[in-house]
């Protein structure tokens, strides 16, 4: 059995090889509505690793000799910009999701005005959206709301020759800092552990989605469970979890949920996964718990409440009447959708041990 927060036996000496995984993985861009080079690269570790995989609008999927044994989900698309014109660069989950919410709300100019301040001066690369050719990099010079289109247009140096429809992924490498992961983690970080999980043994199911962050990926992921699932469609969806500081992140090892903004997640998976972290004694807390606290107190200030959060799995759930059910496990990280997002490398070995215990892998 696991002992302790920390791995142990083979596995300790296998997340070096982790690492180095997610190093390489975080250097190949896989902006929101241009996925298919990073499915491309996904596509050779997972076979590598002995796994048999098929591809799908909008979907990658790996699978073992076991594939109903157990199924996960991470989505592999990362923020970038989308070349809209001469020399005109847009925020690419605007564009893919056609600049509005699943309820047909545009995107607010708070959103914009939040988004424009946390890539001044960041590097960039362009590429081919299918093969990942190099196209060149440049550097965000500035970012202003077009008042005329009601969007976020970012001007860019050294990327002048694009033409329209071109992605440009933020130029980023993982830095390893006393015991914390930084880096755009946000999603690179669990896809990476899905891949891993292959490495150690996995013989399940994992699904990679594209298009997450313009709210498009649970239609990818409902069409293969309508088409190859059966009567009973667990899922587990892994991502990260924004929280405000390091101190809150250190406060839990693996972030849980019982519900989202659209739906209820199912109670028993849930519990289960609490179970687990009590028997491997790993520190969780639920995520819908935190935001209602929060709530509580900004009730008392007379202030507005915040959105419990859209995830994959909520959107799936209410989506297909619970035909496909499930709950998520997330890393709790800060810097949220920025190049410095951070999380502890206790919760990333947290997080490992417990898809191997759900995946029902001993490697002590």
């Given amino acids: ?78 923020h970038g910009l989308i070349c809209t014109g001469p020399n005109e660069f847009q925020y690419a989950a605007f564009v893919s999701g056609h600049r509005s919410d699943l309820l047909g709300n545009a995107v607010s100019e708070e959103l914009m005005l ?63 800092e006393d015991q914390w992961l930084k880096g755009q983690l946000d999603n690179v ?4 552990l899905l891949v891993h999980m292959f490495s150690l ?8 989605t594209a298009q997450e962050e313009s709210g498009s ?34 406060k839990q090892d693996v972030v849980l949920r019982k519900k989202d903004s659209h739906a209820h997640y199912h109670e028993a998976t849930t519990q289960a996964l609490a179970q687990a972290c009590d028997e491997l004694n790993i520190r969780y807390s639920y995520k819908d718990e935190f935001v209602e606290a929060q709530n509580n107190e900004l009730q008392k200030q007379g202030l507005p409440p915040k959105s419990l959060g859209s995830t994959e799995m909520g959107r799936i759930i209410l989506a297909s009447n619970g035909f ?15 190049m410095q997002e951070s999380t502890s490398i206790q919760s990333c070995q947290s997080f490992l041990n417990l898809l191997m215990k759900v995946a029902e892998l001993d490697l002590n």
């Avoid at 083979?10 to 090889?17: K, S």
């Avoid at 469970?225 to 899922?235: A, E, H, I, K, Y």
Wanted: glycine share 8%; net charge neutral.
């Fill in 217 to 250: 990926s649970w239609r990818y992921l409902l069409e293969w469970f309508r088409r190859f699932g059966g009567s009973t469609n667990q899922l587990i969806v892994l991502d990260t979890s924004p929280y405000p500081n390091r101190d809150a992140v250190l």
């Fill in 189 to 192: 970080l669990t896809a990476a």
């Fill in 201 to 208: 043994g996995y013989q399940g199911t994992a699904f990679f």
């Fill in 324 to 338: 496909v059910h499930g709950t998520t496990l997330q890393i709790p990280t800060t810097g949220y959708h920025t």
């Fill in 1 to 78: 059995m696991f002992e302790s927060r920390l791995i142990k036996g083979r596995i300790l000496n296998q997340f070096a090889e982790f690492i180095d995984l997610l190093k390489s993985l975080i250097r190949e861009p896989s902006v929101v509505g241009a996925e298919h080079s990073f499915f491309r690269v996904l596509q050779r570790e997972l076979e590598e690793r002995g796994a048999k995989v098929t591809w799908y609008e909008g979907l990658l999927v790996a699978q073992g000799n076991q594939p109903n044994s157990s199924m996960f989900s991470a989505h592999i698309d990362r």
């Fill in 114 to 176: 939040r988004i424009s301040d946390r890539f001044d001066a960041t590097p960039v690369m362009a590429y081919e959206p299918w093969s990942g050719a190099y196209r060149g990099s440049g550097v965000i010079r500035n970012t202003y709301i077009c008042e005329f289109r009601n969007n976020l247009i970012f001007e860019l140096e050294g990327l002048e020759h694009l033409v329209a429809g071109t992605p440009v992924g933020f130029r980023d490498s993982l830095k390893v």
